[in-house]
């Protein structure tokens, strides 16, 4: 495995030959989540997995002021312009997948397919209600890593960020030990991420992308934040698909990375 590449992208790895697939990770993770998948979907593809600015171990180009997902959108086509992958097929998760889908809208030439497992971005709801409930549950998912931080625990904030996200009491102990070290490792970030300025992306915006092709999945049991987001990606992205994953929630590609690797053969494929 590669590392060491154009900033501001710090480090990535590399795995496989064959057309690219870039896998983007979501937040308080890293380029290390996906050694696993690498490993698998690289038998069929060269698989590019960078790790964000502010995310992973080094130390940070700034104090954080410009964490948000416009800032990350343009880092990852710099990466993809610096390593001449274009046009590149992403896999983006979370907090990945919404800076995956604002860089596709900024540079479509850029991007040969989206395939998204719930993006982390309410800004595209375009229905009252929806929008209402999206935020308020997102609100909830939250409130408790938020204390956390707030009394400057960290780590507290992890588990209850990660509890949160899958709705699930405990999610984050049932984690393995190495991507519970991973986070942990990423706990700096939260902090930047409950601070960043929301997203200037609208459904409006995600109709332009009416040449690229665009898969968006969620979890059967997901919370409703991501369910509401992926659906309204769906709804604004002309052509776009919707996959609903069966026995699935948000922390699906850390909890069972055999079964994510697969779906996301499967979707690159169809």
Request: hydrophobic share 45%; aromatic share 8%; glycine share 6%.
């Amino acid at each position: 495995m590669a590392t060491g590449a154009p900033l501001p992208i710090g480090s990535y790895l590399e795995e496989g030959a064959g057309a690219p697939v870039m896998l983007v990770h979501g937040s308080n993770t890293d380029q290390r989540i996906w050694v696993p998948h690498a490993i698998r979907i690289s038998r069929h593809f060269r698989v590019i997995a960078p790790t964000q600015r502010y995310f992973g171990t080094s130390p940070w180009p700034d104090d954080g002021e410009n964490f948000s997902i416009a800032t990350h959108a343009g880092d990852l086509a710099d990466f993809v312009c610096g390593l001449g992958l274009e046009p590149v097929s992403i896999v983006g998760w979370s907090y990945g997948a919404a800076v995956c889908l604002m860089m596709a809208v900024q540079r479509p030439e850029l991007v040969r397919q989206l395939v998204l497992y719930e993006p982390a971005i309410a800004s595209v709801v375009d229905a009252s209600q929806d929008a209402h409930d999206a935020a308020a549950d997102r609100l909830e998912m939250t409130a408790r890593a938020r204390a956390h931080i707030a009394e400057g625990d960290a780590r507290a904030a992890v588990r209850a960020f990660m509890d949160g996200v899958n709705d699930q009491r405990g999610a984050f102990e049932r984690l393995a030990p190495r991507m519970q070290q991973i986070m942990f490792e990423n706990r700096r970030t939260l902090a930047l991420l409950f601070a960043a300025p929301p997203p200037a992306l609208s459904c409006q915006d995600l109709q332009r992308l009416d040449g690229t092709p665009v898969i968006v999945a969620h979890g059967d049991a997901t919370r409703s934040f991501y369910r509401i987001a992926a659906e309204w990606t769906v709804a604004c992205v002309p052509a776009a698909t919707l996959v609903v994953v069966p026995n699935a929630r948000h922390l699906l590609p850390v909890e069972d990375d055999a079964r994510f690797a697969a779906l996301a053969l499967d979707l690159l494929a169809s």
